[in-house]
């Protein structure tokens, strides 16, 4: 997956943030100062870009989900998009308390969706008086708006991939717990070190965000299509198995 330094610089993925509000430990991935602003390195973004997007294919190839994390304005419809077209569960309101470190819970409120869900199909739900179908359609879409894409997540991620870990620090922490592996967006003023796998770029503009999305979401694109063929060749391998007896049966039929 080659990464042009060109296409990042238009996206304006090296502009960081003013340099009295850097963290030095973003330093590596400075490349210089202007005009009181950071200038980020587009070589060690694009290098960071691969070696992240190699270890999500692997991850996406391996059948596990992975869990995007963007709550902030400019981001939230980017990943939504990006994330729901590779049917990959995403996190676009506020981040729910323990949505790792309790995911049995969070699994309740999942199942409580589902219940809701199948009262509507089967018709009890128009048993319920008019309070009562408020109510619950109420607690359906309050469900919905905050766990609306992770209905279908029965376990837990195989990893996180976060924009803007400042502003989603809980979830940074969650992940840290239970040793999930942290790729994410890191801008200059933000700790390098609260994450596995650090693409250093502007976290706050959509057009950078869109365009690291972008080939991040093409890697794990790769990753699932190598699991289907995977899985194809595996079929195919089953079948000319069972195959196999019948056809040395017919080829004993015609010698005889």
């Known amino acids: 997956m080659a990464v042009e330094v060109k296409e990042l610089l238009e996206a304006g993925v090296h502009f960081g ?34 070696e992240a997007g190699e270890a999500l294919a692997k991850i ?3 059948g596990r989900k992975i869990l995007f994390v963007a709550t902030k304005k400019q981001a939230k419809d980017i990943v939504a998009e990006k994330a729901g077209n590779i049917n990959m569960p995403y996190i676009t309101e506020r981040w729910p308390g ?21 009262m509507k199909k089967d018709g009890t739900f128009l048993t319920l008086s ?13 469900l919905e708006k905050n766990l609306g894409s992770i209905t279908d997540m029965t376990r ?11 502003r989603e620090h809980i979830a940074i922490k969650e992940a840290q717990k239970l040793n999930i592996p942290i790729f994410a967006m890191v801008d200059t003023n933000s700790d390098p070190r ?33 699991r289907k063929a995977e899985k194809a060749d595996k079929d195919a391998a089953k079948s000319d198995e069972k195959a196999a007896p019948k ?10």
């Open 17 to 50: 943030h003013l340099t009295r509000k850097w963290d030095p430990n973003m330093a590596p991935y400075v490349y210089m100062e202007r005009n009181g602003i950071h200038i980020i390195n587009l070589y060690k973004t694009a290098a960071k870009i691969e």
């Open 98 to 118: 323990g949505m790792l470190t309790n995911f049995v819970t969070i699994r309740k409120a999942i199942k409580k969706m589902a219940t809701i869900d199948r």
């Open 247 to 256: 056809k040395a049966k017919a080829a004993n039929e015609e010698e005889e």
């Open 156 to 166: 837990l991620p195989g990893a996180l991939f976060v924009v803007d870990i400042k």
């Open 130 to 142: 008019k309070k009562e179908r408020l109510q619950v359609d109420r607690l359906r879409a309050k």
């Open 194 to 226: 609260q994450v596995d796998y650090v693409i250093p770029a502007n976290d706050d503009a959509s057009k950078s965000i869109d365009k690291i999305l972008t080939h991040v979401t093409e890697a794990v694109t790769n990753g699932l299509n190598a």
């Open 60 to 62: 996406a190839a391996s």
